[in-house]
């Protein structure tokens, strides 16, 4: 029913749609609705949280495992170089290509 109305609404303009031209007109329409699709997952969004999970959760893991194996000055290495890796690869993939100037 949907699909009728929407072709009676284009009346002389129909024409076919790409899946690429539908999902750009989505954008745009999503964009000046202003909803900016907060919560949609993305690939992008996967790869942050990959990312967290295995700087944080899998470092702090590794260096409790090492830890319990009797090497924990290794383990705390282990630690010190997940984490920050992790910091420094979000910074360097998602916070420095920001343009963060204030007002002129």
Known sequence: MVAT???RRL????RAMT???ARSDAD???DADGDGRLFELTRDKLLVAALLLAGIAGSGLARRGLGELGYN??????Y???YG???VAIWYG???PMDLTGPE
């Open 5 to 7: 109305d929407t072709l």
């Open 11 to 14: 009346g002389s303009q129909y």
């Open 19 to 21: 899946d690429a031209e």
């Open 28 to 30: 745009a329409q999503g």
């Open 73 to 78: 000055d290794l383990g705390a290495l282990v």
């Open 80 to 82: 010190i170089l997940g």
């Open 85 to 87: 890796g992790m910091v």
């Open 94 to 96: 998602w916070i420095r």
